[in-house]
C-alpha cells in the first residue's frame, strides 16, 4: 500500500518534470529556430562557399577549392606559380593596429569618466550612465557622418584654424581620423563595464591604503586598479571586437584609401565579385573574434572558479 | 592638503571633473554639430548663414527620403514585432523550472547576434539567401533583422522575470488561479514593462542598422540608413543634416521612452 | 469551471467531515505518510525530507522549527502542492491531496516575500483568491472589508503594497490568505523580514487571528523562542527528520535526543553509563563515579552508555559539601535577572548553572570558589542517542 502510494507520487513528479521540460522546450524553439536559419545555417554555408570556386561575375562555382585561402597569402602569377604577397595581410595588420590603438585611447579617455561617475552621488550616477549610453542607441553611421562635418577639408575645425589664420591640417581620410571615429563609435562599451565594476568597489578600500600610508596614485595603481580590472578586460574586449569588424568608420573617414577588413570583404561581393575569397575573409575574422571571446570567458571562469574556492574556503 | 579638511580625501581625484567634461563635450559636440547645421540656411554646410527649416521641409518632400523611411518603418515594425514575441517566450521558457544543462548553450546562442561581427553576419545572410533564390528586398531585410532583434528584445525581458519574486507566481497558484489565470493576471502584467522596453530597443536597432541591411537589401527597397550612405558618398549637403537629425531624434525619443519603462516598478 | 466544481466538492466535503469530528480534540486534520522529498538526480541529488511521518490537529497551532536547510519549507510546499513528494502520501481529512496542483487545495499560505501583487491594489490583493473562484463582487467587497478589518488595515484598501510599511504588508498578506476561508493556513516564516520589536508585536497578533479564526495554522521558523511561545505543538526537524514532536513544554522539558536538547535553549550534556534501572527512575555513573539518580526511560540496561540533559536553571549552587557533584566556578557572566556560572568539575567537564538573582540569594560566590552544584532527580534527563 506505502510502496503503491510511493510509485504513485513519483510517477506525479516525473510527470510534472517532463511537462515542464517539454513546456520549455516549445517556448523557446522559435527564438532558437530563427537564429539557426537565418544566421547559423548561413553561416556554415559561409564557410562552404570559401572552400568553392569564384564564379566569374559573382556568385560561386560548385568545385571544391582551397583558392581563396591560398589567395589570402600568394598571389598567382601568369605561369601558375604562386609568389607570397603581404597586401591582405597589411590590411589585416592595419585592422589590428588601429583596433588597439582605439582600443587603448578608449580606455585612457574611459577610465577617468567611469571613475567620476563611480564617484558621484546615486542620484546622478543614473543621469551620466543614460548620457553614456544614448549615443550608442543613436545612429552609427550619423555619428561618423559627424566627424566628416568636423574634420573635412572645410570642415569646422579646419574653417575655424584658417579664420585664425593658421593653415589647414589634414585630418580626414587618414589612420587618424579611423581611430578617432572608431573611438567615438564604441567607446560606450568601454565607459559602462568600467563604471560597473567601479560602482562596486568598497571605497572603504582606498580609505584603508590611504590610512596605511598609500598616496592617490599608489592607491590607484595598487587598489582600485586591480579591482577594476574585470571591468576594463570587458571594455577592452567590447571594443577591440567591433572594431576590428568595422566598415562604416574607415568608410566614412578613411575614404575607401585605408582598408580595414570589414571594408576589404565588402569589395568581395562589390567590385571584385570574389565570393569565395569574401567568404574566407569574414571566416577568418569570425574565428579571430570567436577566438577573442573564448579566451575571455575562459578566462572570466577561471577566475569565477578561483573565487568560488576563496569563498568556501572562507567560509 | 588644505582641501582636505573640506573634502573626502579617498574620493577626490584632481581633474577627475574636468576630464569628465571634455568627456562628455567629446560625446555629444558631434552630435549637436548635425543637429545644429541642420538648421543652417546656406547650401555650404559649414558656414553658417542665418537660421532656416527648409532643409526639413526639402527633405520631407523628397519621395525618396520619405519612400526609404517607410520601407524602414515597414522593416522595424515587423522585426521588432516578431523578434520581441519569439524572445518573450524564450525568456519565459528560461525562466521554467530550475536551472537545466542546456541553459548556457542557449542563453550563449541567444546572444550570438550581439557577438558576431556584424560584416561577417552580412555577408553569410547574402550569400544565404542568394542560395536559396530569394528575391532580396523588404522581406530578406526584415527576415535578418529579426535576428540581430532578438538578443536586443530578450536581455531586458530576461531581466525583468530574473528580478520577479517567483513566490508571486505561487501565490497566484496558492490563491486558486490555475496556469492561464496566472499567467494573464499576474505573470505578464508585471512582464509588460521588460516587453514594451525590449520591443522598442528592437525598433531602434533595426531602425538604425546599415551594414546588415546594405548587403540584403536589393533594388527598391532601400532603407533611411542606406539611403543617407548614398547621400554622404555623393556629398555633404544640408539635407543630409536635416535627415541624419531626424534619425537621432527618433532614437532618442524611444530609447528615452524604453529606459523610463524599464525601470518603473509596477 | 471544472476546478471550481472539484475544489468545492473537496471543500464541502472536508467541511463535513470537520462538523463531525468537532466534538473530539485530538481529530487530526493532517496527516502526512512517510514523506520523502528528493531534489535533483545523480551528483546534485539533495535529499531534502526522508520519511518524514506527521499528524497535524484541527484548530492547532503547528511549529515546524529547525535550522536552515533542515527541510521545513520544504514539507510547508508539499502542503501547499507547490512540490510533489517524491514518495509517500499527504491526507487532509482523510482525503490524499496527492497530485492536485495548489489553486485546488483549500489551504492558503503567507509567504516569507509576502509576495503581494504589485501591480494590484490591498482590496484586489485580498481579493484575489475570491475573484479566482467567482465569487461575486459585493461579495468580495464585503469579505474584503472583513478582513481588513480582522487586521486593522480599514482605510488602506486602495493603496498598492509598494505604499505599506513591511509590518502592513504582512497583515495584507495573512488577510489575502484568511479571505478564503481556508481549510489550512500555512506561514512560512512570515516574521523574519520585521525588526524585532514588530515581530514581537505580529506574533501576539498572529496567535489572537488563530484564536478568533478557530483555524489550523502551519508556522515555520527557525526561531526557537518563536516557536515555544507560539505554537500548541512543535515538531523539531533537521536533516530532512522530524527529530521530536509535542507541546513547547514537552519538547522544551523532555528532549529526546541530543540535537533537539542543544538546538532548544540552552542545555548541560552529561556522558555516563547506566548503573541501575528502578521503578520510575534510574541511576547513572559519571565519569568521576560519583553516582546521580535521573528521569527513566523505557529501553535503558545497565552498562549502556548514555547521554545526559540538564538544563543550566534547573541545576543549583550550593557549599561544596551540599551538592550531588563538586566544582569550581571558572567564570560568570551576570545577565541582570540572572547569573551564568560555568562550574569545572573534574572529569566530567564544565557545567552551566543559572541562578535568578533574587533578594537573599546564595551569597557572594566569585570565580576560583570552590562549590557544590545541586539539581532534582527529575530535572537528569536521558536522551536517545
Known sequence: MATDAATVASGEERRARRREGWRRFVLISPA????????LIPLG??????????????GVVWEFSTEAYIGFLFERQLDESLAFTDSYIRIFGRSFGLSFATMAIALLLAFP????????????????????????????????????????????????????????????????????????????????????????????????????????????RRIILPLAKPGIIAGCILVFVPSLGAYITPELLGGGQRLMIGNLIQLQFGASQNWPFGSALAFILLATVLLFLML???????????AALREAAVG | MARANTRNTSRHFPGLAT??????????????????????????????????????????????????????????????????????????????????????????????????????TAVATLIFFVAIGVQLGLLTITAAHTVFCIPFAYLPIR????????????????????????????????????????????????????????????????TLPVYIFGMIRTGVTPAVNAVSALLLLVSLVLVTISLLISRKDV | MNEAAAYHALRTATASASAEGAQTVTRNLIELREISKVFGSGRDEVRALETVSLNIREGEFFTLLGPSGCGKTTLLRLLAGFEQPTAGQILLDGTELGGLPPYRRPVNTVFQSYALFPHMSV???????????????????????????????????????????????QRVALARALANHPRVLLLDEP????????????????????????????????????????????????????????????????????????????????????????????????????????????????????????RPERAGLTAPADGIVQGEVINMVYFGTDTLYEVAIEEVGVLHVRTQNTAGGIGEIGVGDAVGVDFLTDAVRVLRD
Open chain 3, 191 to 310: 516574521l523574519s523580514a520585521l525588526d524585532l520589536k514588530l515581530r514581537k508585536e505580529m506574533q501576539l497578533e498572529l496567535k489572537r487571528l488563530q484564536k478568533e479564526t478557530g483555524l489550523t495554522f502551519v508556522f515555520v521558523t527557525h526561531d526557537q523562542e518563536e516557536a515555544l511561545t507560539m505554537s500548541d505543538r512543535v515538531a523539531v526537524m533537521n536533516a530532512g527528520e522530524v527529530l521530536q514532536s509535542g507541546t513547547p513544554r514537552a519538547i522544551y522539558e523532555d528532549p529526546d535526543n541530543r540535537f533537539v536538547a542543544d538546538f532548544i535553549g540552552e542545555t548541560n550534556l552529561i556522558e555516563a553509563t547506566v548503573d541501575a534501572v528502578g521503578e520510575g527512575g534510574a541511576r547513572f555513573r559519571l565519569a568521576s563515579n560519583v553516582v546521580i539518580d535521573g528521569s527513566f526511560r523505557e529501553g535503558l540496561a545497565e552498562g549502556r552508555e548514555v547521554t545526559l540533559a540538564l
Open chain 2, 159 to 222: 531581466a525583468r522575470i530574473e528580478g520577479m519574486d517567483p513566490a508571486l507566481r505561487e501565490a497566484a497558484f496558492d490563491l486558486y488561479a490555475n496556469e492561464r489565470r496566472t499567467f494573464l493576471r499576474v505573470t505578464m502584467p508585471l512582464l509588460w514593462p521588460g516587453i514594451l522596453s525590449g520591443a522598442l530597443l528592437a525598433f531602434i536597432v533595426s531602425l538604425d542598422n546599415f551594414v546588415i541591411t546594405f548587403f540584403v537589401s536589393g533594388a527598391g527597397s532601400t
Open chain 2, 19 to 120: 576630464h569628465a567634461a571634455f568627456f562628455f563635450a567629446y560625446l555629444y559636440i558631434p552630435i549637436l554639430v548635425v543637429v545644429a547645421l541642420s538648421f543652417n540656411e546656406n547650401r555650404l554646410t559649414t558656414i553658417w548663414t542665418g537660421f532656416s527649416t527648409d532643409w526639413y521641409w526639402a527633405v520631407l518632400n523628397n519621395s525618396d527620403v520619405l519612400r526609404a523611411a517607410r520601407n524602414s518603418l515597414i522593416v522595424a515594425t515587423f522585426a521588432s514585432l516578431i523578434a520581441t514575441a519569439a524572445a518573450t517566450l524564450a525568456a519565459l521558457g528560461m525562466a521554467q523550472g530550475r536551472s537545466f544543462r542546456q541553459q548556457n548553450t542557449i542563453n550563449a546562442t541567444l546572444a550570438l547576434p550581439l557577438l558576431i561581427p556584424e560584416i561577417v
Open chain 3, 123 to 169: 482590496a484586489e490583493n485580498v481579493g484575489f483568491g475570491l475573484e479566482m473562484h467567482g465569487v461575486p463582487w459585493e461579495r468580495i467587497r464585503e469579505r474584503v472589508d472583513e478582513m481588513l478589518a480582522l487586521v486593522q488595515l480599514e482605510g488602506y484598501a486602495r493603496r498598492k503594497p509598494a505604499q505599506l510599511s513591511g509590518g502592513q504588508q
Open chain 1, 296 to 306: 575571455w570567458a575562459w578566462r572570466a571562469k577561471k577566475r569565477g572558479e578561483a
Open chain 1, 45 to 58: 554555408l559561409m564557410l562552404t562557399y570559401s572552400f568553392l570556386e569564384s564564379g566569374r561575375y559573382g
Open chain 1, 113 to 220: 569618466a567611469a571613475m567620476f561617475m563611480a564617484l558621484q552621488p546615486p542620484k546622478y550616477r543614473a543621469i551620466l550612465i543614460f548620457l553614456v549610453t544614448i549615443p550608442f542607441w543613436t545612429n552609427l553611421l550619423v555619428r561618423n557622418y559627424a566627424w566628416i562635418l568636423l574634420l573635412r577639408d572645410f570642415g569646422l575645425i579646419n574653417n575655424t584654424l584658417l579664420n585664425l589664420g593658421l593653415p589647414q591640417l589634414p585630418l580626414m581620410y587618414n589612420n587618424f581620423a579611423i581611430t578617432l571615429g572608431l573611438v567615438y563609435s564604441f567607446i560606450p562599451f568601454m565607459v559602462l563595464p568600467i563604471y560597473a565594476s567601479l560602482e562596486k568597489l568598497d571605497w572603504r578600500l582606498v580609505e584603508a591604503g590611504q590610512d596605511l600610508g598609500a598616496n592617490r596614485l599608489q592607491s590607484l
Open chain 1, 32 to 39: 532558437m529556430a530563427i537564429i539557426a536559419a537565418i544566421m
